[in-house]
């Protein structure tokens, strides 16, 4: 029989996910479907409960339900913990265990994907909201020294506020950031959807440097600064896109997909 998977966001008709995870499927041989579905923004719990009596094995969640998602989960994993959100659910009967896949996705699109090594290395990330909270962790243990900016500053804090007796992340606003370099820097923010950019001072990429966009689809102005500024490595979140899927797919499936050619053919598209 047919295992029944869906994504749930809203807005979710531009959502890549179905593509990627029935690529993923072929490519594993598994019998699964999954489809995009819009929850209302105050029926997300309505939904996964219908999911459920349905005879859904579980979902993705993203913006803006993935705290909501949090929340419902009956039990969470550490990452989830780690991160206050939620990505991917699996239904286990009456248990509703929630993950969160977005912070390794992005640790294995920089190192596998990009090929840059984050071990030792400096990193700004801009925006301290869900984006941005969902991979401090993972970057954090994968031993980079973060600072975090942001518009307004107390959400920064409170997120440094977090990493107090395991190590130091320093909360900034972008007009302290002024004669700082960084060897990574992570646009978090949701900025490129309005085609802005936040206040950034010259100087701000080290040689060598890597400029990471988890936003994809477009080339957005964070990353025409950094290419204007001689960040050498530039990338956009897509790859992201591909990696979180496979680690929800593998928690669903216990298989792990090849992330290569799903990757190819979405740049192809
Ligand atoms: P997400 O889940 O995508 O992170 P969010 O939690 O609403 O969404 O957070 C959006 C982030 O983008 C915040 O850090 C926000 O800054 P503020 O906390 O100061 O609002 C940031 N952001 C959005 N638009 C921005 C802009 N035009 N310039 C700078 N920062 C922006």
Known sequence: MTDK???????????????IHSMFAQQTNQDISYEAIEAPLDGFADTIARLRAEGYKGCNVTVPFKFEAFKLATQRSGRANDANAVNTLIFEGNEILGDNTDGVGLLADIEKNVQYKLFLKDALI????GAAAGVMWPLFNAGVGIIVANRTLEKAQALAADFEGAGTVYAKRYEDLEGLSFDIVINATSSGLSD???PLPDGLFKRGSLAYDMMYGKETPFLKFARAQGASVISDGLGMLVEQAATSFALWRKVRPDTKPVLEALRAL
């Open 5 to 19: 998977y869906a994504v749930i966001g809203n807005p979710i008709s531009h959502s890549k996910s179905p593509f």
């Open 126 to 129: 801009l925006g301290a909201g």
């Open 196 to 198: 802005e950019l936040p």
